[in-house]
């Protein structure tokens, strides 16, 4: 996994902003019209109070009786912290001293106080005013308890918004494990086809399904290319060998032709060679697991060394009760192919093959005291075509097939090539799954 940041942080990270910032933004508005709500309701006292002195003072009543009824007024709502005072033609009658007169009518602020101007009948005026200090106190109560409750609601949005958002992207993490499941070799056929009940999710994975599909197609198409390409050479090439072999029976044939028939007759059995093993890369996997026989591969081993003449040198360790079950020539061509190697990277020193078989796999190792493998081209060796530059330059004669070969060979057989760790030389390891008879 990357060090990156991941797409579940960001989703947390994102949505404890969008909680923290609209908690915020909810707390302003909410203040705002509590605010605005509290002005509206000290505004409609002082307008009932003014009224109230408007009902007292119809416009019959001379200035003196008014200004009377102003005064008492304004002793009645003093205990409320209001002020009030009635002028006409902006002179004041009555009620409290310190009021001015104004042209404004409505309500406003006034410094520390609200005041409203109320036009009453006979054209006079009342004047109103109320301290704005509890009103401020009211809304800056108001104020603080929306942000605390918001900041709660950001608190709440950020400690949940991990959990939620890994909820989110569980269907996203599922696809994930589906495509690392994915296997190479038969993509489109590994693919599970099931619906996640997400409409996106499973839009995805529809595409994703059908890539796999195509991507088979096209696997299949030059699998199917390699393999006839193969086998329309396998038939002119053995006519070929066949007419050298002929011509090579001729009596009286020049010594100088003679060698030159013999080295074409060696290239054509080469390339004989190298078709049958590019046959046996292209084949599809049903066709190199036609054949299931028990195969015992102490046989394999032995066999394939009195082949290839190679018992001098190497040392063997097989044991017997190592059975798999395949294709005993395709097993036989991945013993020919290791011990092959080692022999020929290893010119000289000891070759070891050691069969053994545990409870549930057996194990071919071949092991040589030659220059091994660099660290960099463990897992390439096994790619075909690969060849080491020290194997190039060498003038070591090969195609770089031979492992590609033993590789695809096990994996045709449930098992694994890999090139073990030794302190010398080389050593590659095959694990197959084993086979026993009550099996
Ligand atoms: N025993 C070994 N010791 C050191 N290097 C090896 C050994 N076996 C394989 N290699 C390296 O891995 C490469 C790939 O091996 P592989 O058997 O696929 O190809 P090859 O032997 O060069 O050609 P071919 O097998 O087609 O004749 C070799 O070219 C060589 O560089
Ligand atoms: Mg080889």
Same mark, same amino acid.
């Given at each position: 996994?990357?060090? /990156?940041?991941?797409?579940?942080?960001?989703?947390?990270?994102?949505?404890?902003?969008?909680?923290?910032?609209?908690?915020?933004?909810?707390?302003?508005?909410?203040?705002?019209?509590?605010?605005?709500?509290?002005?509206?309701?000290?505004?409609?006292?002082?307008?009932?109070?003014?009224?109230?002195?408007?009902?007292?003072?119809?416009?019959?009543?001379?200035?003196?009786?008014?200004?009377?009824?102003?005064?008492?007024?304004?002793?009645?709502?003093? @205990?409320?912290?209001?002020?009030?005072?009635?002028?006409?033609?902006?002179?004041?009658?009555? $009620?409290?001293?310190?009021?001015?007169?104004?042209?404004?009518?409505? !309500?406003?602020?006034?410094?520390?106080?609200?005041?409203?101007?109320?036009?009453?009948?006979?054209? *006079?005026?009342?004047?109103?005013?109320? @301290?704005? +200090?509890?009103?401020?106190?009211?809304?800056?109560?108001?104020?603080?308890?929306?942000?605390?409750?918001?900041?709660?609601?950001?608190?709440?949005?950020?400690?949940?918004?991990?959990?939620?958002?890994?909820?989110?992207?569980?269907?996203?993490?599922?696809?994930?494990?589906?495509?690392?499941?994915?296997?190479?070799?038969?993509?489109?056929?590994?693919?599970?086809? %099931?619906?996640?009940?997400?409409?996106?999710?499973?839009?995805?994975?529809?595409?994703?399904? $059908?890539?796999?599909?195509? &991507?088979?197609?096209?696997?299949?198409?030059?699998?199917?290319?390699?393999?006839?390409?193969?086998?329309?050479?396998?038939?002119?090439?053995?006519?070929?060998?066949?007419?050298?072999?002929?011509?090579?029976?001729? =009596?009286?044939?020049? =010594?100088?032709?003679?060698?030159?028939?013999?080295?074409?007759?060696?290239?054509?059995?080469?390339?004989? &060679?190298?078709?049958?093993?590019?046959?046996?890369?292209?084949?599809?996997?049903?066709?190199?697991?036609?054949?299931?026989?028990?195969?015992?591969?102490?046989?394999?081993?032995?066999?394939?060394?009195?082949?290839? /003449?190679?018992?001098? *040198?190497?040392?063997?360790?097989?044991?017997?009760?190592?059975?798999?079950?395949?294709?005993?020539?395709?097993?036989?061509?991945?013993?020919?192919?290791? #011990?092959?190697?080692?022999?020929?990277?290893?010119?000289? +020193?000891? #070759?070891?093959?050691?069969?053994?078989?545990?409870?549930?796999?057996?194990?071919?190792?071949?092991?040589?005291?030659?220059?091994?493998?660099?660290?960099?081209?463990?897992?390439?060796?096994?790619?075909?075509?690969?060849?080491?530059?020290?194997?190039?330059?060498?003038? %070591?004669?090969?195609?770089?097939?031979?492992?590609?070969?033993?590789?695809?060979?096990?994996?045709?057989?449930?098992?694994?090539? !890999?090139?073990?760790?030794? =302190?010398?030389?080389? !050593?590659?390891?095959?694990?197959?799954?084993?086979?026993?008879?009550?099996?």
């Amino acid at each position: 996994m990357s060090g /990156g940041a991941t797409f579940v942080g960001r989703v947390a990270r994102a949505m404890a902003a969008a909680a923290v910032l609209s908690a915020i933004a909810s707390a302003a508005l909410t203040s705002g019209i509590a605010w605005r709500a509290a002005v509206r309701d000290g505004d409609r006292r002082l307008d009932q109070a003014a009224q109230t002195l408007g009902v007292e003072v119809p416009a019959k009543l001379t200035d003196a009786e008014a200004a009377a009824h102003a005064d008492d007024e304004q002793l009645e709502v003093a @205990p409320a912290g209001l002020r009030i005072a009635l002028f006409a033609g902006g002179r004041r009658l009555g $009620g409290d001293a310190s009021l001015d007169p104004s042209h404004a009518r409505g !309500c406003r602020d006034d410094r520390a106080w609200r005041r409203c101007s109320v036009g009453i009948a006979g054209g *006079r005026v009342v004047e109103v005013a109320g @301290p704005r +200090g509890p009103l401020r106190a009211q809304a800056s109560a108001l104020a603080a308890a929306s942000l605390l409750a918001a900041l709660v609601a950001g608190f709440a949005g950020v400690a949940l918004s991990g959990r939620v958002s890994s909820r989110i992207v569980r269907p996203l993490r599922r696809l994930r494990d589906d495509v690392a499941a994915v296997d190479v070799a038969n993509p489109g056929a590994s693919w599970p086809a %099931v619906n996640d009940g997400h409409a996106e999710i499973d839009a995805l994975r529809d595409a994703v399904g $059908g890539m796999l599909s195509r &991507l088979d197609a096209a696997l299949a198409q030059s699998q199917r290319f390699a393999a006839d390409a193969a086998h329309e050479l396998r038939t002119p090439l053995g006519a070929l060998r066949a007419e050298l072999e002929l011509a090579a029976e001729e =009596p009286g044939t020049p =010594p100088e032709l003679r060698a030159a028939q013999h080295r074409a007759t060696e290239q054509v059995r080469s390339l004989g &060679l190298l078709v049958e093993r590019l046959l046996i890369l292209a084949a599809p996997d049903d066709a190199l697991r036609a054949s299931r026989e028990a195969v015992a591969l102490c046989e394999v081993v032995e066999e394939s060394l009195a082949a290839l /003449g190679a018992t001098p *040198r190497v040392r063997t360790d097989l044991d017997e009760a190592a059975h798999v079950r395949g294709d005993a020539v395709l097993l036989r061509a991945l013993v020919d192919n290791l #011990v092959t190697n080692a022999l020929k990277f290893a010119p000289d +020193g000891e #070759v070891t093959v050691r069969v053994a078989a545990d409870p549930d796999a057996v194990t071919v190792r071949v092991e040589d005291h030659g220059p091994g493998f660099d660290a960099s081209e463990r897992e390439r060796v096994f790619e075909a075509f690969y060849r080491s530059p020290q194997a190039r330059a060498g003038g %070591v004669r090969g195609h770089g097939l031979g492992l590609a070969l033993v590789h695809r060979i096990a994996a045709a057989h449930g098992g694994r090539a !890999c090139v073990a760790d030794v =302190p010398r030389g080389a !050593c590659v390891v095959v694990t197959l799954p084993r086979w026993r008879p009550s099996a």
